[in-house]
């Protein structure tokens, strides 16, 4: 008796038809004995399960950004224009997201007294640049320092000083919130950091209270002439947007 089995119907794509409940008539593809249902239904859950892993992809990379949960769906479309002073500001943030979506590398600047709805700004112009797909990364001055001085510690250290540098410093796009708040950090750190974003052509957005004059004394003339020079200066020179704004319930 001939007990061998001829694989060529096995190994060959297969067809036959099908009744799907509720597309009806298909044409159903089988290989290796294994039959895959109905066509338009396995389209459709490919896309499906294609969508959630883009949406879950999407949902991590705006994560990475780190934003503060109380600006993380900021939009300059959201920012309420409360003052004539804003309107020319506004403007030229989007097009200063534009410059960045097509590859400039020019730093921008927000100064301006507390409460002038900076960060509000800073994170609203990058979530719109990360909706480019560039990676950008939100870090809170005090907490820069925190992690640098930490570096410090050798018994107690996950990271070195100058890893802690390089990751701020590699990042595409930075934004540093809160420039110059409460930091005690030598103006070489801050250099060292503007230095290698400087040499690496990649922009860097900052918020702060200080003015030039003061801004200059706190990083020191070598990162100064690293930042300003290719710098947008936009000074938020308005009341307290957070007041104006605001929807604190009176009785």
């Known amino acids: 008796m001939n007990t061998m089995i001829d694989l060529t119907e096995l190994t060959q794509k297969q067809t036959r038809p099908i009744n799907c409940h509720e597309h009806g008539q298909q044409l159903e593809t089988g290989y290796m004995g294994r039959w895959f249902g109905c066509p338009v239904c396995a389209d459709i859950a490919s896309k499906k399960q294609q969508e959630a892993e883009k949406l879950e992809q999407q949902r991590e990379f705006f994560a990475a950004m780190n934003l503060p ?71 809170f001055s005090a907490d820069f320092s925190a992690q640098i001085r930490a570096s410090w510690d050798a018994k107690t250290r996950t990271k070195f000083e100058s890893e802690v540098i390089d990751y701020f410093g590699s990042v595409p796009v930075l934004l540093i919130d809160d420039f110059g708040v409460n930091d005690l950090l030598k103006s070489d750190i801050w250099s060292a950091l503007f230095d290698q974003r400087y040499r690496e052509n990649k922009p860097t957005i900052i918020t702060t209270n200080l003015d030039e004059v003061e801004l200059v004394k706190m990083i020191g003339d070598r990162a100064a002439d690293r930042v300003l020079p290719k710098s947008l200066w936009a000074n938020c020179v308005w009341g307290s947007y957070r007041r104006v704004s605001s929807s604190m319930e009176r009785i």
Do not use: M, W
């Open 69 to 139: 949960e109380l600006f993380k769906n900021s939009g300059l479309a959201g920012y309420k224009i409360t003052d004539a002073r804003q309107q020319p500001v506004i403007a030229r943030l989007r097009e200063y997201v534009e410059e960045i979506k097509t590859g400039s590398s020019k730093n921008l600047i927000l100064a301006g007294a507390t409460g002038t709805g900076k960060t509000h700004l800073a994170c609203a112009i990058l979530r719109n640049i990360a909706h480019f797909n560039i990676r950008c990364r939100y870090v």
